[in-house]
């Protein structure tokens, strides 16, 4: 943790300690939110808070990392609690915001490249999408341990209940995970799963497809009520087959489709008029793809760009 220190001539004491914080406050807030722009949000209030406190207050802040971390966490723990019951009214399903490759975020995103959040398995589609499925506290406690490595003392300081409590709540969400994913396939297969799933795309052969799609797939998308998609799951690899081509004709002429990484993983983007207006997420086991991602709704677009 970093420390504030006397600053020359008065200025702020450890202004840029406390601003050089700003990048592990969004990597966790994004792995506790699923989202890029109420993470941005979540990391704004915790330094509108704390240039809230007086001089003397900041001064006798032992840790300014520690509490910058401790603040921002509880407002996201808070921002989960409320956010079961918005989704509760959501159109269609809810997919966590995508994040695309460094080229896209910079082209995108102008300002300090080190406010990126780091790619890792930890923002991998589907490792946030089980995330989604834990309560509040089961998701804090274990992505402070698990990702950020805190130990169980300070994680319960942070959440306000035990060690005991909290090492069982991170137990429990790393059940979630060895439960929901099967073995993961080495990254040069993923991105060929996903070049020939493009191209079959393109050439509307639906064996083509089907051969790709594990027979029990799941594709879900999220079009939040902002941009046409389907509402619910489609099932079986037969049925997304179908459902791709009616795409592909649909979309013949005036759509290019392109490998882009999503979430640090292979994955593609469809573009229309060089503008994003689509991002596909895959989850692959073994030699198959097993689930897809299809992000429409154009407010979890922001960070993408043509390139």
């Known amino acids: 943790m970093t420390t504030s220190e006397p ?10 300690a406390i601003m050089g914080e700003r990048r592990h406050l969004l990597n966790l807030a994004y792995r506790l939110l699923s989202s890029l722009a109420e993470a941005e949000d979540a990391v704004q209030e915790t330094y509108a808070r704390w240039y809230a406190l007086s001089r003397a207050q900041q001064d006798a802040v032992e840790s300014p990392g520690a509490w910058l971390t401790t603040v921002a966490t509880r407002i996201c723990l ?4 409320s956010a079961r019951a918005r989704r509760e009214t959501y159109v269609g399903e809810w997919i966590p915001e995508p994040l695309p490759g460094p080229a896209e975020w910079l082209g995108s995103r102008p300002g300090d ?9 930890s923002v991998g589609m589907a490792f946030l999408v089980v995330l989604e499925s ?24 942070i959440v306000g209940r035990t060690p005991a409590a909290c090492r069982q709540l991170a137990s429990s969400a790393r059940r979630r995970i060895r439960a929901a994913h099967g073995p993961a396939s080495p990254t040069t297969r993923q991105a060929g799963l996903v070049r020939d799933f493009k191209q079959a795309w393109e050439a509307q052969d639906i064996t083509a497809l089907i051969g790709l799609l594990d027979p029990d797939a799941t594709a879900i998308a999220d079009g939040g009520g902002l941009a046409t998609a389907f509402l619910d799951p489609i099932e079986g690899a037969e049925q997304i087959a179908r459902a791709w081509i009616e ?9 290019t489709f392109l490998e882009r990484p999503v979430n640090g993983q292979p994955g593609l983007v469809a573009q229309d008029n060089g503008s ?4 596909l997420a895959f989850d692959i086991e073994g030699e198959k793809i097993k689930r897809i991602w299809v992000i429409r709704n154009p407010e979890k677009l922001r960070p993408w760009t043509a390139s």
């Open 7 to 16: 600053g020359p001539g008065g200025a702020d004491p450890g202004l840029a």
């Open 78 to 81: 808070n921002l989960l609690g």
């Open 113 to 121: 490249p080190a406010d990126r959040v780091t790619l890792d398995e």
């Open 134 to 157: 834990m309560t509040p506290a089961e998701r804090v406690a274990f992505v402070l341990h698990d990702v950020f490595r805190y130990p169980f003392p300070e994680v319960a300081e």
């Open 247 to 255: 795409i592909a004709k649909r979309a013949a002429g005036t759509t």
């Open 276 to 279: 994003t207006v689509t991002v």
